[in-house]
């Protein structure tokens, strides 16, 4: 697959793409555009509201019959607004949250 890298901040993408290849794209759509599957990973709903279904985001370049996952750990209504969202447009959609958090606990055994 050939990948397509949008982030908020754009030195970040360009970062990415500059060690691991790819192309950066200016927002989440023009990323989006033509692609077969949309992975989203940010901070909260309402980033996740920004990058998908926000004016520019990756649901206004996605076509139907394509992918969007979520790996934000997010709130449940979140991931039933995302699915019917998806639904209405014909993609598929996957609530796939990351686990865990900043703290950490080690325990001796």
């Known amino acids: 697959h050939s990948v397509r890298v949008y982030n908020r901040t754009a030195s970040r993408a360009d970062t990415w793409v500059a ?8 927002t989440p759509r023009a ?3 033509g692609a077969e599957m949309v992975f989203v990973c940010v ?3 309402d980033d996740v509201r920004q990058v998908t ?5 990756a649901l206004q ?5 394509s992918l969007l996952i979520d790996h934000t750990t997010a709130s449940a209504s979140l991931a039933q607004e995302l699915d019917a969202a998806c639904r209405e447009a014909g993609i598929d959609f996957l609530d ?4 865990g958090g900043a ?3 080690r325990f001796d055994g």
Request: proline share 10%.
């Open 19 to 26: 060690t691991h290849r790819g192309t950066a794209y200016p």
């Open 31 to 33: 990323a989006a555009d």
């Open 43 to 45: 901070g909260n709903d």
């Open 53 to 57: 279904t926000g004016e520019d985001g």
């Open 61 to 65: 370049g996605l076509a139907p019959g």
């Open 96 to 99: 796939a949250p990351v686990s």
């Open 103 to 105: 703290m950490r606990r």
